[in-house]
């Protein structure tokens, strides 16, 4: 069924969704809002599986536009599970009176451009197609599903579920698990199900650096003192790299002596939190190999001190640099003291296929097992809008699929060439930043750029970003991924490499949030000239 043309349509109603349509309403704007899931969160929507916690501190993982809410919501921990932060957004959505212009469980399954209109047509998966004249995509960059091709997966007799698809219906306990995966996920899933299992095999190709996370009550004097300072905070995330609320200093690792970087190293360990450890103590852990390696050296006996067998200590310790996306664990490495957690190192002894029974090796050996939990993360980056059922295509029938065929090519991570009136919150290559703020961010500045160009050419404008701009800004966040950081050293969904046969790719601005918002400032004061911009009856040339 066609839907009447309204001024925008929001894709996604996770953080940067929600946000984004509250602005829009406030703009005045005739706005829907579409989200595949049966409610609210994103992400987190779906990664409902045992564990799921933030890593960004519950001060900080929570819209700051809110004052109300930032000194009375409650948050009694110092990070959030999953269930509080979908509950959070729930009551954003509700107090602000949001969740009557979104449509739950409606995907977009296709979206083209019509330049003669100067609209997108939209269509759900519910047959549905939708006019409007801006396309807001908040799906993120975790949402496609990175499934392996394991051969025999369809004959085990139990259950085989992804991280983003767990059935809560199936219990574990006394069970004998087996998680393919040792990322984010795959660390949450097998320290939260770990004590209660008959036996846990975590499959490992490459092991990580993970640091535990320090999850404590927060007090009412705490929660007091940082209602205070809520200003503050803020004001120092907007100038800082990472927005981790954290002193980030530009410290040379091999300035101190092997004493004090031994000293310095023990008290972030102590603190806790991986990005506390790369950004909080030295400069330049992130693009040194020398500084990297001297992490690694105290990680790596830190892992050889807590894990006793010597045989999964070693399967356990990376060999590559502290360079892929840094987990954070409640006792994960203690876990694999318990006589009935395994580490099966797949690098040296391949998964080859799955059985009726359970997982074989290489090494001719069968793990029998009760379930099966693939943790093996997302087609990051691009994923989540080129495996669109039908595909967006811009002007000329242009399909994006194609288009980032060899590379992932925006501007700002916002705007892409020949594809006008579509943008993208929360997309690959905006800045690598913890995304509240991120998402607020690019958010406002769209908001603003609307309330501009609707009194410079109308409520129906056209914007679209020159190809030569955006070729600059992926030479950008190439450079500043080359320069900034060792992230092209190993292969990781950081890269888009941890899809077999996919290209890699540029995903983050490595330079920060405050170098990002300088560009968007610099785009403002130039009143948007830098964007292509024209009223609906005059085409672009």
């Known amino acids: 069924m066609d839907q009447p043309h309204i001024d925008a349509l929001v894709v996604g109603a996770g953080f940067g969704g929600i946000y984004q349509l509250y602005s829009l309403l406030k703009l005045g704007l005739n706005v829907k809002c579409i989200e595949k899931a049966k409610g609210v969160g994103g992400v987190w929507y779906c990664n409902d599986y045992p564990g799921a916690t933030t890593d960004t501190e519950s001060y900080l993982y929570r819209y700051s536009w809110d004052k109300d809410d930032l000194q009375n919501y409650p948050w009694p921990n110092n990070y959030l599970s999953r269930d509080e932060v979908i509950g959070y957004l729930n009551h954003v959505v509700d107090k602000h009176r949001l969740r009557q212009h979104i449509r739950f469980s409606t995907e977009m399954v296709g979206a083209d451009w019509n330049e003669a209109a100067g609209k997108w047509h939209v269509r759900t998966d519910q047959g549905d197609v939708i006019t409007a004249t801006y396309l807001f995509t908040a799906v993120g960059i975790h949402t496609r599903r990175n499934v392996p091709e394991i051969p025999g997966m369809d004959t085990f007799r139990g259950p085989l579920m992804h991280t983003a698809s767990w059935d809560n219906n199936v219990d574990v306990v006394g069970k004998r698990v087996g998680v393919i ?218 399909s994006l699929s194609d288009y980032w065929s060899e590379e992932i090519r925006t501007f700002l991570g916002i705007f892409i060439h020949s594809f006008p009136n579509l943008f993208m919150i929360n997309g690959p290559q905006g800045p690598f930043s913890i995304a509240p703020m991120t998402i607020e961010t690019e958010v406002e500045f769209l908001s603003e750029m609307l309330s501009f ?49 996919k290209k890699p790719s540029t995903i983050f601005f490595y330079s920060g949030l405050r170098q990002y918002r300088s560009y968007l400032q610099e785009v403002k004061n130039a009143s948007y000239r830098v964007l292509r911009q024209r009223s609906v009856e005059k085409p672009l040339e």
């Open 181 to 398: 995966g040792c990322g984010s996920s795959g660390i949450q899933i097998s320290n939260a199900i770990a004590p209660g299992v008959a036996e846990l095999h975590c499959f490992i190709r490459h092991p990580q650096f993970s640091l535990p996370l320090r999850f404590r009550p927060v007090s009412g004097a705490e929660r007091s003192d940082i209602n205070a300072r809520y200003d503050d905070i803020h004001a120092a995330q907007l100038l800082s790299k990472m927005a981790l609320g954290i002193e980030e200093p530009d410290t040379k690792t091999m300035s101190l002596t092997e004493e004090e970087r031994q000293q310095t190293f023990e008290s972030l360990w102590r603190e806790g939190n991986s990005f506390r450890f790369l950004y909080g103590g030295f400069g330049d852990l992130m693009y040194d190999a020398e500084a990297n390696g001297e992490a690694c050296k105290f990680l790596r006996a830190k892992i050889r001190s807590i894990v006793k067998d010597p045989v999964k200590a070693d399967i356990l310790t990376p060999k590559e640099l502290f360079v892929r996306r840094p987990p954070c664990d409640q006792g994960w490495y203690e876990k694999f003291n318990q006589d009935n957690v395994f580490a099966v190192d797949i690098q040296k002894t391949p998964i080859t296929a799955i059985e009726e029974k359970g997982i074989r090796t290489s090494d001719g050996k069968l793990r029998e097992l009760d379930i099966i939990v693939l943790a093996t993360g997302f087609q990051s980056g691009g994923g989540s809008y080129k495996t669109i059922r039908d595909g967006i295509k811009g002007r000329g029938g242009v």
């Open 453 to 501: 160009l609707g009194e410079t050419h109308g409520k129906d404008a056209v914007v679209e970003c020159a190809l030569e701009d955006e070729s600059r800004w992926v030479e950008t966040c190439g450079r500043s991924a080359e320069t900034e950081t060792l992230v092209n050293t190993v292969s990781s969904w950081l890269t888009g490499t941890n899809v077999p046969g």
